[in-house]
């Protein structure tokens, strides 16, 4: 065959070879979300970051504003320290709480930042002092069925004992979980 | 007459175990003999490019067809099955991630690899399988002309070259595919299709590790069907012999690489 003409197809085959590597990083993965310009890093600490991953969103109003750079675990407070990249362009107050949210039922975890009221912004290596931790299912249910034990423990004292009525139900109330919002 | 003694079948069935395993292993070491002879012959086959360029032509392009209709096909496949049982649940929409994954990390490579040993493997066994056979790679010694820097090292170059370009192509025309069953046929949206594909997809870990595998896998596939060629009993038997242990071996190494390389991707 030619040698010109096996030139041109192997030029052909190797065009075909990078426009479909092009399309594969631009349209398939996330090349291009995933680069969010010039940013500044944030600093928080969670007692518990449940499933929490670097390069996990950070999300404000549902807008990603930023990424989970690193998750780290400091041994003297026994805390996780969270290191997150927000965008240059958004700034936030001081007193930013800082959550972590799930995507859905069993979805992907997601930092949610809520601004507060301060008049400062948050810069390079500042820490966020509020926090909440990642929700723990397990927790969540032993706690709901905790609370529900202890109520129905209740009810039986009362009807058992109707006399006494009048001063167990406060002492129900006060117990941790008794009216936990189930 | 000897069958009768038990003792004698005993040693005789050890001697076959012996001599299939030395075999086996003075075939790896040939085998490897060749990769590091090719690989040290190599500058020729850069230094008069159009070499390998024929055999990136012999390789790649003609490669082309089966690895596109190939892999249209089976992205549309991997859609049909992928919603018939994401729609139990719920997810129709994670369609996008199951084709994309799918293909970008395993089936891309795997089935590229599979196909390449079949369509090109073949071709370059029973190639140089005959150009033994006919005395061709004795009359390039004689004219002191290097076999292995003439002939195999553009092929091996050819073969590493031609199997990522393959590689991606599969998995992108597997995607469309997929994308045309999911959203044409099926009424997935579209938004949500190619959203949750790129929320899913990462770069580093996925694309590029699956064109890292590619890369191993054309270094394997390519280095298999030559030794195979190269130590091809001169015979029509022989050639046609070597031809089928190309697709055997080659097919095989390709799963088992893929195993080995998983683990070790998935564990960093």
């Known amino acids: 065959?030619?040698?010109?003409?096996?030139?041109?197809?192997?030029?052909?085959?190797?065009?075909?070879?990078?426009?479909?590597?092009?399309?594969?990083?631009?349209?398939?993965?996330?090349?291009?979300?995933?680069?969010?310009?010039?940013?500044y890093a944030v600093t928080a600490a969670f007692e518990n970051v449940g499933s929490l991953k670097p390069h996990?969103?950070?999300?404000?109003?549902?807008?990603?504003?930023?990424?989970?750079?690193?998750?780290?675990?400091?041994?003297?407070?026994?805390?996780?320290?969270?290191?997150?990249?927000?965008?240059?362009?958004?700034?936030?107050?001081?007193?930013?709480?800082?959550?972590?949210?799930?995507?859905?039922?069993?979805?992907?975890?997601?930092?949610?930042?809520?601004?507060?009221?301060?008049?400062?912004?948050?810069?390079?290596?500042?820490?966020?002092?509020?926090?909440?931790?990642?929700?723990?299912?397990?927790?969540?249910?032993?706690?709901?069925?905790?609370?529900?034990?202890?109520?129905?423990?209740?009810?039986?004292?009362?009807?058992?004992?109707?006399?006494?009525?009048?001063?167990?139900?406060?002492?129900?109330k006060s117990t941790e979980l008794g009216d936990a919002p189930f | 007459m000897t069958n009768s003694n038990p003792l004698i079948n005993i040693i005789k069935t050890l001697q076959g175990i012996g001599h299939r395993m030395v075999e086996r292993i003075w075939r790896l070491g040939a085998g490897a003999r060749l990769f590091f002879l090719t690989i040290v012959y190599s500058g020729e086959s850069f230094k008069r490019f159009h070499l390998t360029m024929r055999e990136i032509y012999s390789t790649g392009v003609m490669s082309l067809l089966i690895i596109i209709v190939s892999a249209f096909f089976v992205g549309m496949v991997l859609a049909l099955q992928g919603y018939n049982t994401l729609q139990k649940y719920g997810s129709s929409e994670a369609i996008g991630v199951l084709v994309s994954l799918s293909l970008v990390r395993e089936l891309g490579p795997v089935v590229t690899a599979l196909l390449f040993a079949g369509r090109?493997?073949?071709?370059?066994?029973?190639?140089?399988?005959?150009?033994?056979?006919?005395?061709?790679?004795?009359?390039?010694?004689?004219?002191?002309?290097?076999?292995?820097?003439?002939?195999?090292?553009?092929?091996?170059?050819?073969?590493?070259?031609?199997?990522?370009?393959?590689?991606?192509?599969?998995?992108?025309?597997?995607?469309?595919?997929?994308?045309?069953?999911?959203?044409?046929?099926?009424?997935?949206?579209?938004?949500?299709?190619?959203?949750?594909?790129?929320?899913?997809?990462?770069?580093?870990?996925?694309?590029?590790?699956?064109?890292i595998k590619s890369l191993v896998f054309g270094i394997a596939c390519t280095m298999i069907a030559l030794f195979e060629g190269f130590d091809a009993p001169p015979t029509a038997e022989g050639v046609s012999r070597a031809t089928t242990r190309t697709v055997v071996i080659s097919s095989l190494t390709v799963l088992g690489l893929d195993f080995v390389l998983t683990s070790f991707m998935l564990v960093i």
Do not use: C, H
């Not at chain 1, 479909?20 to 680069?35: C, I």
């Not at chain 1, 041994?75 to 799930?102: G, H, L, Q, W």
């Not at chain 1, 009221?117 to 706690?143: C, F």
């Not at chain 2, 590493?160 to 025309?173: D, N």
């Open chain 1, 1 to 39: 065959m030619d040698r010109t003409k096996i030139d041109l197809w192997v030029g052909i085959f190797v065009a075909l070879g990078m426009a479909a590597l092009l399309g594969l990083a631009m349209k398939v993965g996330n090349l291009t979300s995933g680069k969010i310009g010039e940013t």
């Open chain 1, 56 to 172: 996990a969103p950070v999300k404000s109003a549902g807008v990603a504003v930023g990424r989970v750079d690193s998750i780290a675990f400091n041994s003297k407070t026994y805390e996780a320290v969270v290191t997150i990249k927000i965008d240059k362009r958004y700034n936030f107050p001081k007193d930013t709480f800082a959550n972590i949210y799930t995507a859905g039922l069993l979805g992907e975890q997601y930092i949610g930042l809520e601004a507060g009221g301060d008049e400062d912004v948050l810069s390079n290596g500042d820490k966020i002092a509020k926090t909440q931790d990642a929700v723990v299912l397990e927790k969540m249910i032993s706690q709901f069925l905790f609370s529900k034990a202890s109520e129905m423990d209740n009810d039986a004292k009362i009807s058992a004992k109707p006399s006494e009525s009048e001063s167990k139900p406060a002492e129900a």
């Open chain 2, 120 to 211: 090109a493997g073949t071709a370059i066994t029973a190639e140089i399988g005959l150009m033994k056979t006919t005395e061709q790679l004795s009359a390039m010694e004689m004219m002191a002309v290097n076999p292995i820097a003439r002939v195999v090292a553009p092929r091996f170059w050819a073969g590493v070259i031609s199997m990522p370009i393959l590689a991606a192509l599969f998995s992108m025309v597997g995607i469309l595919g997929g994308y045309i069953v999911a959203v044409p046929l099926i009424g997935v949206d579209e938004g949500a299709f190619w959203s949750q594909m790129q929320a899913n997809v990462d770069f580093q870990s996925d694309i590029v590790n699956g064109i």
